[in-house]
């Protein structure tokens, strides 16, 4: 096959009067403090008052509290308090994490700090408070806790029998979540396919390792009876609305200021123990207190993700058609449910989207969502994704192989084509508009596809075994309420933007969706930039202030473009408008003969520059004494969005890895990378193609090197830095970023979600390499991590 | 309880002096005694390289470096490196490629690239990701940020052959 | 983590720190890099009430040829060692090792001495000065002992090293004309400790090999070497046979110990991969050396 030359991608309409950032590239306006170290985490914030608060947490898996004596510790230098279970449950509520539409879903009440026992290696118990944490530290090692070994559930493939303990008694077993799905005829589709290719996916137990810990200050005024906690998090309101109601106090008492956030990832999403412990804490001293988890309590205490066992089939013809994928997946959580989100949502999306890209017309699927004692997980860059692609696109090779087509090809003839939309996926997810095909073939010409295949040959012959694996993926954002809403949870689907002009002409504007290095503030500059008519550098956005914003759900499943920047194209449109408004009034024209161009307002025809937008402000603010009498500037808009066409806006691509894997030693390199990504209207393809090669290595990170290990009595064996191993620089590939924009209907911007995606498809992508690198050697792999011994097991070396 | 120690270095090119407990290391006596907040803690295992600084002209740990170690040394953070033309280069670089996302790396990713660009002038794309393997990022994936140090080294051959 | 609480003394000699080590005891410790010391203290795995600084004893530093031998002072850091001519012309082993030591910020700080006196088995000097037969100095009020390398790693981070023993330096033997060296290992991360390493060091006589030294790392509590695997290549070509033999001697002399995530049988089949890829390379040079 030649290589055709590419044309160029039929432009998106413009959005406004003079696009100059929509589309664009240009440097993020925080850029330039962070390179200059002038961040502002969470843990460079000084409070007058300020006392740390260190956790003694279980040292086991499984154990009954008999007796806490803190009176050693008290007495150490600098202790201000300590503090167990029962002195937190007078002041916070217990929690359950369900949702209400996860039918039979069901989890125990869970405590900030434990009370009769702790159920998982990490679960806080007792709270130390001192000056400093290095005191905090000290005083632990004094305090002694009296607990007794009770037997541990550590094995999520036994969770359910009958011999094993049951974790929370109350609830009647171990399970926290079931589903099945049954769609279209199953058996008779597999007893007529050619071909039933069948295997078992591991998927190891990983954690998020993000660079700056969780963190947070709790700030109790008991003069102003106000909350203000700073917090390294994604979703200031949810915690807002959750410190309000565990501790029994108005939600307008509350203020969550989220600053710089040194990546989340969604670990940051969640409500842990240790924040409701550090504000009871704050509370109970009348002081601000900051908790900050060392390295190695993030490795027990941050939620973990992503451990499944798959089981699944394939079925497919001779021609290459795929007739019906069935699957069994079993998952192992913590012994809760994480609030607020809850653990079972990870499953369920598997259940939703193996199959994703194609048309088959048969389905089966079943899930089994497990209690462990062994640290909660939850949503962690793209929840249930990573797994579904990988049990896809794996079995997808298998049947490629089985009947001798091309990976390529064998995608090309069963993914939905571009021009059914919309439609929905045989497990009832709706599609508005994917680009499987023109992913493919973008993704053919990016990488080379036929001189990849025949440099590949030609090095087997010299006994150099090198592997392609192509990943097809599907990657739910922009969601709606149908997400959590419906659930019960108050988690906003909805967000908001005010713009404000300044009175020298400069632009604010307040979002309710934040900052975590995405690259959120940089795009609402640009569209504000543009919607408003200023330069960028006019433009100023504040985020993360629960006092300030609007109200909105933050940071998760890709929302921050689609929705976030939705609501200030929005605002932007509407400031306009009462800017011309204004003006038209300043000037005796009329509103539709003018346009706000670049500062300016200018007359729409001749292009003359008639007043300055500071000129516009001036009068608005200080001189209402030449306005007319029955007119008022409204120069500060607020809009709000939703996204409520669909339950999701889903984004599609393709992936493509090139490893070489040493068959004498197991080990892989990987050579290169690709990925094709329809995320519809691209704000900033740089900010884009940034977060499509981070979430490609942070599912790498899972695919080669990560997992949390464990012994059989369910401790964590390599909770430290050095036996956790996360992605560095010499062992990652350089990734070749190209987009499709199939834009959404749903809003004016029209753009999709893109931070998840690259995780979703990286994994597969990397072990179909893999497995094509090792089959002339008759030997394949399917449970991540791929590790060296893995693959010489797999080789029969060992 | 040990007695506390005084000690006098030059920090960014001002000299300061302090009385500090042995134990505490130079990272936590830069943020909370000097002020210097730039500089980050990531693992206070030497793993993840948040905490790298500048002592005496080469890049270390600050988290395994003890303060009273810095007694008598040429310090440098991030907040020092606007002043030298060889550190705006990579931080106008980064910034150019995105190199930065969460930026809680981004000192210390700097202060591992200036070493390189004075000590490894030549270095190839691979080097340069062997180089930067000290220092852990979870945004960005590490390929912006090997351009961008390539980018500079580039430039820097082509400014010195001229 | 913080460290818990400890004194500190800046020794201002090796007899300053010498007397401090017997008046503490085992409740001090020498802090020379701090590289390993420090990040144990920071994960309370240790609580020494004393650290003995020894970064100020310039007696401790420098490369030098004297006797015969390479002397490298016990504070010499891995990047002196990278940059030092000496090095690499009288140890090139040292060369070809040192940039598998962790990261460059750690190379800076860390030590020579230090990384030998810890002994961790999976450390790249504790593997190359056993690899050379090499020489430990050490000083104690008493006056100076040498060690010979064979000696000196008694256990897992265990070295014959008194109480009151300062490690000052370690002497190698100087490269011969004919003396190959190679060393390789296997880390699934550049920088990390290694599943399995090899120094080599092996001397011609022709195109025979007249003695071997192979010295591992990784496998087992110590850095450990392989006598009849070594003394099975005394007099013969570098040839398949060679080979073979090495390999199956290997799989009969090893016996390592399994780590978090690669059993002891994956080691063992490590260790004969880079024993087969270090005599390849051996071969290949002596090759290209007699063309």
């Given at each position: 096959?030649?290589?055709?030359?590419?044309?160029?991608?039929?432009?998106?309409?413009?959005?406004?009067?003079?696009?100059?950032?929509?589309?664009?590239?240009?440097?993020?306006?925080?850029?330039?403090?962070?390179?200059?170290?002038?961040?502002?985490?969470?843990?460079?914030?000084?409070?007058?008052?300020?006392?740390?608060?260190?956790?003694?947490?279980?040292?086991?898996?499984?154990?009954?509290?008999?007796?806490?004596?803190?009176?050693?510790?008290?007495?150490?230098?600098?202790?201000?308090?300590?503090?167990?279970?029962?002195?937190?449950?007078?002041?916070?509520?217990?929690?359950?994490?369900?949702?209400?539409?996860?039918?039979?879903?069901?989890?125990?009440?869970?405590?900030?700090?434990?009370?009769?026992?702790?159920?998982?290696?990490?679960?806080?118990?007792?709270?130390?408070?001192?000056?400093?944490?290095?005191?905090?530290?000290?005083?632990?090692?004094?305090?002694?806790?009296?607990?007794?070994?009770?037997?541990?559930?550590?094995?999520?493939?036994?969770?359910?029998?009958?011999?094993?303990?049951?974790?929370?008694?109350?609830?009647?077993?171990?399970?926290?979540?079931?589903?099945?799905?049954?769609?279209?005829?199953?058996?008779?589709?597999?007893?007529?396919?050619?071909?039933?290719?069948?295997?078992?996916?591991?998927?190891?137990?990983?954690?998020?390792?993000?660079?700056?810990?969780?963190?947070?200050?709790?700030?109790?005024?008991?003069?102003?009876?106000?909350?203000?906690?700073?917090?390294?998090?994604?979703?200031?309101?949810?915690?807002?609305?959750?410190?309000?109601?565990?501790?029994?106090?108005?939600?307008?008492?509350?203020?969550?200021?989220?600053?710089?956030?040194?990546?989340?990832?969604?670990?940051?999403?969640?409500?842990?123990?240790?924040?409701?412990?550090?504000?009871?804490?704050?509370?109970?001293?009348?002081?601000?207190?900051?908790?900050?988890?060392?390295?190695?309590?993030?490795?027990?205490?941050?939620?973990?993700?992503?451990?499944?066992?798959?089981?699944?089939?394939?079925?497919?013809?001779?021609?290459?058609?795929?007739?019906?994928?069935?699957?069994?997946?079993?998952?192992?959580?913590?012994?809760?449910?994480?609030?607020?989100?809850?653990?079972?949502?990870?499953?369920?999306?598997?259940?939703?989207?193996?199959?994703?890209?194609?048309?088959?017309?048969?389905?089966?699927?079943?899930?089994?969502?497990?209690?462990?004692?062994?640290?909660?997980?939850?949503?962690?860059?793209?929840?249930?994704?990573?797994?579904?692609?990988?049990?896809?696109?794996?079995?997808?090779?298998?049947?490629?192989?089985?009947?001798?087509?091309?990976?390529?090809?064998?995608?090309?003839?069963?993914?939905?084509?571009?021009?059914?939309?919309?439609?929905?996926?045989?497990?009832?997810?709706?599609?508005?508009?994917?680009?499987?095909?023109?992913?493919?073939?973008?993704?053919?010409?990016?990488?080379?596809?036929?001189?990849?295949?025949?440099?590949?040959?030609?090095?087997?012959?010299?006994?150099?075994?090198?592997?392609?694996?192509?990943?097809?993926?599907?990657?739910?954002?922009?969601?709606?309420?149908?997400?959590?809403?419906?659930?019960?949870?108050?988690?906003?689907?909805?967000?908001?933007?005010?713009?404000?002009?300044?009175?020298?002409?400069?632009?604010?504007?307040?979002?309710?969706?934040?900052?975590?290095?995405?690259?959120?503030?940089?795009?609402?500059?640009?569209?504000?930039?543009?919607?408003?008519?200023?330069?960028?550098?006019?433009?100023?956005?504040?985020?993360?202030?629960?006092?300030?914003?609007?109200?909105?759900?933050?940071?998760?499943?890709?929302?921050?473009?689609?929705?976030?920047?939705?609501?200030?194209?929005?605002?932007?449109?509407?400031?306009?408008?009462?800017?011309?408004?204004?003006?038209?009034?300043?000037?005796?024209?009329?509103?539709?003969?003018?346009?706000?161009?670049?500062?300016?307002?200018?007359?729409?025809?001749?292009?003359?520059?008639?007043?300055?937008?500071?000129?516009?402000?001036?009068?608005?603010?200080?001189?209402?004494?030449?306005?007319p009498s029955d007119f008022t500037p409204e120069l500060l808009v607020t809009r709000h969005y939703a996204q409520r066409d669909y339950p999701f806006i889903f984004t599609n691509g393709v992936q493509?890895?090139?490893?070489?894997?040493?068959?004498?030693?197991?080990?892989?390199?990987?050579?290169?990378?690709?990925?094709?990504?329809?995320?519809?209207?691209?704000?900033?393809?740089?900010?884009?193609?940034?977060?499509?090669?981070?979430?490609?290595?942070?599912?790498?990170?899972?695919?080669?090197?990560?997992?949390?290990?464990?012994?059989?009595?369910?401790?964590?064996?390599?909770?430290?830095?050095?036996?956790?191993?996360?992605?560095?620089?010499?062992?990652?590939?350089?990734?070749?970023?190209?987009?499709?924009?199939?834009?959404?209907?749903?809003?004016?911007?029209?753009?999709?979600?893109?931070?998840?995606?690259?995780?979703?498809?990286?994994?597969?992508?990397?072990?179909?390499?893999?497995?094509?690198?090792?089959?002339?050697?008759?030997?394949?792999?399917?449970?991540?991590?791929?590790?060296?011994?893995?693959?010489?097991?797999?080789?029969?070396?060992? | 309880?040990?007695?506390?120690?005084?000690?006098?270095?030059?920090?960014?090119?001002?000299?300061?002096?302090?009385?500090?407990?042995?134990?505490?290391?130079?990272?936590?006596?830069?943020?909370?005694?000097?002020?210097?907040?730039?500089?980050?803690?990531?693992?206070?295992?030497?793993?993840?390289?948040?905490?790298?600084?500048?002592?005496?002209?080469?890049?270390?740990?600050?988290?395994?470096?003890?303060?009273?170690?810095?007694?008598?040394?040429?310090?440098?953070?991030?907040?020092?490196?606007?002043?030298?033309?060889?550190?705006?280069?990579?931080?106008?670089?980064?910034?150019?490629?995105?190199?930065?996302?969460?930026?809680?790396?981004?000192?210390?990713?700097?202060?591992?690239?200036?070493?390189?660009?004075?000590?490894?002038?030549?270095?190839?794309?691979?080097?340069?990701?062997?180089?930067?393997?000290?220092?852990?990022?979870?945004?960005?994936?590490?390929?912006?940020?090997?351009?961008?140090?390539?980018?500079?080294?580039?430039?820097?051959?082509?400014?010195?052959?001229? | 983590?913080?460290?818990?609480?400890?004194?500190?003394?800046?020794?201002?000699?090796?007899?300053?720190?010498?007397?401090?080590?017997?008046?503490?005891?085992?409740?001090?410790?020498?802090?020379?890099?701090?590289?390993?010391?420090?990040?144990?203290?920071?994960?309370?795995?240790?609580?020494?009430?004393?650290?003995?600084?020894?970064?100020?004893?310039?007696?401790?530093?420098?490369?030098?040829?004297?006797?015969?031998?390479?002397?490298?002072?016990?504070?010499?850091?891995?990047?002196?060692?990278?940059?030092?001519?000496?090095?690499?012309?009288?140890?090139?082993?040292?060369?070809?090792?040192?940039?598998?030591?962790?990261?460059?910020?750690?190379?800076?700080?860390?030590?020579?001495?230090?990384?030998?006196?810890?002994?961790?088995?999976?450390?790249?000097?504790?593997?190359?000065?056993?690899?050379?037969?090499?020489?430990?100095?050490?000083?104690?009020?008493?006056?100076?002992?040498?060690?010979?390398?064979?000696?000196?790693?008694?256990?897992?981070?265990?070295?014959?090293?008194?109480?009151?023993?300062?490690?000052?330096?370690?002497?190698?033997?100087?490269?011969?004309?004919?003396?190959?060296?190679?060393?390789?290992?296997?880390?699934?991360?550049?920088?990390?400790?290694?599943?399995?390493?090899?120094?080599?060091?092996?001397?011609?006589?022709?195109?025979?090999?007249?003695?071997?030294?192979?010295?591992?790392?990784?496998?087992?509590?110590?850095?450990?070497?392989?006598?009849?695997?070594?003394?099975?290549?005394?007099?013969?070509?570098?040839?398949?046979?060679?080979?073979?033999?090495?390999?199956?001697?290997?799989?009969?002399?090893?016996?390592?110990?399994?780590?978090?995530?690669?059993?002891?049988?994956?080691?063992?089949?490590?260790?004969?991969?880079?024993?087969?890829?270090?005599?390849?390379?051996?071969?290949?040079?002596?090759?290209?050396?007699?063309?």
């Amino acid at each position: 096959m030649s290589i055709t030359i590419d044309k160029p991608p039929a432009k998106l309409h413009d959005l406004t009067q003079d696009p100059r950032y929509i589309g664009h590239s240009p440097e993020r306006p925080s850029a330039k403090r962070l390179s200059q170290g002038q961040g502002c985490y969470v843990d460079d914030i000084v409070l007058p008052r300020m006392a740390h608060v260190v956790f003694w947490r279980s040292p086991v898996a499984h154990c009954r509290i008999k007796e806490i004596k803190p009176d050693f510790a008290r007495r150490m230098p600098g202790v201000l308090l300590v503090a167990d279970g029962h002195d937190l449950a007078k002041i916070c509520k217990p929690w359950v994490a369900t949702l209400g539409h996860l039918a039979n879903m069901k989890s125990a009440p869970q405590y900030p700090l434990a009370l009769e026992r702790a159920c998982w290696q990490g679960e806080p118990v007792v709270a130390i408070v001192a000056e400093t944490r290095a005191q905090a530290e000290d005083a632990l090692q004094y305090l002694q806790v009296e607990w007794e070994l009770l037997p541990a559930v550590v094995d999520m493939e036994t969770a359910l029998d009958p011999q094993t303990p049951v974790i929370h008694p109350e609830l009647g077993d171990n399970l926290c979540f079931t589903r099945s799905l049954d769609v279209g005829n199953v058996d008779e589709a597999f007893a007529s396919a050619d071909h039933v290719l069948a295997t078992t996916f591991e998927f190891g137990r990983h954690t998020g390792v993000t660079l700056e810990p969780r963190c947070q200050i709790a700030d109790w005024s008991s003069a102003e009876q106000r909350l203000t906690v700073y917090h390294s998090q994604q979703a200031p309101h949810m915690m807002q609305d959750l410190y309000a109601r565990q501790f029994s106090i108005a939600e307008s008492a509350v203020r969550v200021i989220c600053k710089d956030v040194g990546g989340s990832f969604g670990i940051k999403v969640h409500a842990y123990p240790d924040d409701f412990a550090t504000v009871a804490l704050s509370m109970m001293l009348g002081r601000p207190v900051k908790f900050v988890a060392d390295r190695l309590e993030s490795f027990t205490s941050d939620i973990h993700a992503r451990h499944h066992l798959v089981k699944a089939r394939i079925a497919v013809r001779n021609d290459g058609e795929i007739l019906g994928f069935e699957m069994d997946d079993l998952t192992g959580i913590g012994p809760f449910s994480m609030f607020p989100r809850t653990s079972a949502i990870e499953g369920n999306q598997v259940v939703n989207l193996v199959g994703g890209p194609y048309k088959h017309q048969h389905y089966r699927a079943k899930l089994n969502v497990v209690f462990q004692n062994k640290t909660p997980t939850c949503q962690y860059r793209g929840v249930g994704h990573p797994i579904a692609c990988a049990v896809t696109e794996g079995l997808v090779d298998l049947a490629a192989r089985a009947i001798g087509m091309d990976p390529l090809e064998i995608r090309r003839r069963n993914v939905i084509p571009d021009d059914a939309y919309p439609c929905a996926g045989i497990s009832g997810i709706k599609f508005e508009g994917l680009s499987h095909q023109a992913c493919l073939d973008k993704l053919e010409r990016l990488m080379d596809y036929p001189a990849l295949r025949a440099e590949q040959a030609a090095l087997r012959e010299k006994g150099i075994y090198r592997g392609i694996g192509i990943a097809a993926l599907i990657e739910l954002t922009n969601p709606s309420a149908a997400f959590y809403g419906v659930g019960g949870a108050r988690i906003a689907s909805q967000d908001g933007a005010t713009a404000r002009l300044d009175p020298n002409g400069g632009v604010t504007v307040l979002v309710s969706v934040g900052e975590q290095g995405q690259g959120n503030d940089a795009i609402y500059t640009q569209i504000a930039a543009d919607a408003v008519g200023v330069d960028m550098a006019q433009v100023r956005v504040v985020t993360g202030d629960t006092d300030v914003t609007p109200y909105g759900g933050g940071t998760w499943a890709s929302r921050g473009a689609g929705i976030g920047g939705e609501a200030v194209l929005l605002a932007g449109e509407a400031l306009r408008a009462n800017i011309l408004k204004v003006a038209a009034v300043i000037l005796k024209r009329s509103a539709n003969e003018l346009e706000v161009h670049r500062g300016d307002i200018i007359d729409a025809d001749t292009r003359a520059v008639l007043t300055s937008l500071a000129d516009v402000g001036r009068i608005a603010y200080f001189r209402s004494d030449t306005l007319p009498s029955d007119f008022t500037p409204e120069l500060l808009v607020t809009r709000h969005y939703a996204q409520r066409d669909y339950p999701f806006i889903f984004t599609n691509g393709v992936q493509a890895s090139y490893v070489e894997v040493d068959p004498d030693t197991g080990f892989v390199k990987l050579l290169k990378h690709w990925a094709v990504e329809d995320c519809g209207r691209v704000i900033n393809p740089r900010l884009v193609d940034e977060q499509i090669r981070g979430a490609i290595v942070q599912g790498i990170g899972g695919a080669m090197l990560e997992e949390c290990l464990y012994d059989k009595q369910g401790l964590m064996l390599n909770a430290n830095m050095a036996d956790y191993l996360v992605p560095m620089c010499a062992e990652m590939p350089d990734i070749e970023v190209a987009h499709i924009e199939t834009p959404t209907k749903s809003s004016k911007l029209g753009a999709k979600g893109a931070g998840e995606a690259g995780t979703a498809g990286a994994p597969a992508a990397v072990m179909n390499a893999i497995n094509d690198a090792l089959a002339p050697l008759q030997a394949q792999v399917m449970s991540q991590p791929f590790t060296p011994e893995k693959i010489l097991r797999a080789l029969g070396r060992i | 309880m040990a007695d506390l120690q005084t000690i006098r270095f030059n920090i960014n090119g001002q000299t300061h002096s302090c009385s500090v407990p042995p134990r505490l290391h130079l990272v936590d006596m830069l943020r909370d005694e000097v002020g210097l907040k730039g500089s980050h803690l990531g693992c206070e295992h030497g793993v993840c390289g948040a905490c790298t600084v500048e002592v005496n002209g080469r890049i270390v740990r600050g988290c395994l470096t003890l303060a009273v170690q810095a007694d008598g040394c040429q310090v440098r953070t991030v907040e020092g490196l606007a002043a030298l033309p060889d550190a705006r280069q990579l931080q106008q670089a980064f910034i150019k490629h995105n190199a930065l996302q969460c930026g809680f790396c981004t000192p210390g990713m700097l202060m591992a690239a200036r070493e390189l660009i004075q000590h490894k002038p030549d270095a190839t794309r691979e080097e340069v990701r062997e180089w930067m393997s000290g220092n852990y990022c979870r945004c960005t994936g590490y390929h912006a940020i090997v351009d961008a140090v390539c980018e500079v080294l580039a430039r820097r051959n082509q400014e010195s052959a001229a | 983590m913080k460290s818990p609480e400890f004194d500190y003394i800046r020794a201002r000699s090796v007899s300053h720190a010498l007397s401090l080590l017997t008046s503490h005891g085992d409740e001090a410790r020498i802090l020379a890099g701090g590289q390993s010391l420090l990040a144990a203290l920071n994960m309370r795995l240790s609580e020494p009430s004393l650290l003995i600084d020894i970064g100020a004893i310039d007696a401790l530093r420098g490369v030098q040829v004297s006797g015969g031998a390479l002397r490298i002072g016990a504070l010499t850091t891995h990047t002196e060692i990278e940059n030092s001519a000496l090095v690499a012309q009288h140890a090139p082993l040292l060369k070809l090792a040192v940039g598998h030591i962790a990261h460059r910020a750690i190379r800076n700080s860390g030590t020579w001495g230090g990384s030998i006196a810890n002994a961790d088995p999976a450390a790249e000097w504790p593997c190359c000065l056993l690899a050379l037969d090499g020489t430990v100095i050490a000083q104690n009020p008493r006056g100076e002992r040498r060690i010979a390398a064979a000696e000196f790693f008694t256990g897992l981070y265990t070295t014959a090293l008194a109480e009151d023993e300062l490690l000052v330096a370690c002497e190698l033997p100087l490269a011969q004309r004919d003396d190959w060296f190679g060393f390789q290992e296997l880390a699934r991360r550049l920088g990390d400790y290694a599943i399995a390493g090899l120094a080599m060091n092996l001397r011609f006589s022709g195109p025979v090999v007249q003695s071997a030294r192979l010295a591992w790392l990784g496998l087992g509590a110590k850095p450990m070497r392989t006598p009849q695997t070594e003394a099975l290549l005394a007099g013969r070509p570098l040839d398949a046979a060679t080979e073979a033999l090495v390999v199956a001697s290997l799989r009969e002399e090893l016996d390592p110990l399994a780590d978090l995530t690669n059993t002891g049988a994956t080691k063992k089949h490590l260790a004969t991969v880079l024993a087969r890829r270090l005599l390849a390379q051996a071969n290949a040079t002596r090759q290209s050396v007699a063309a």
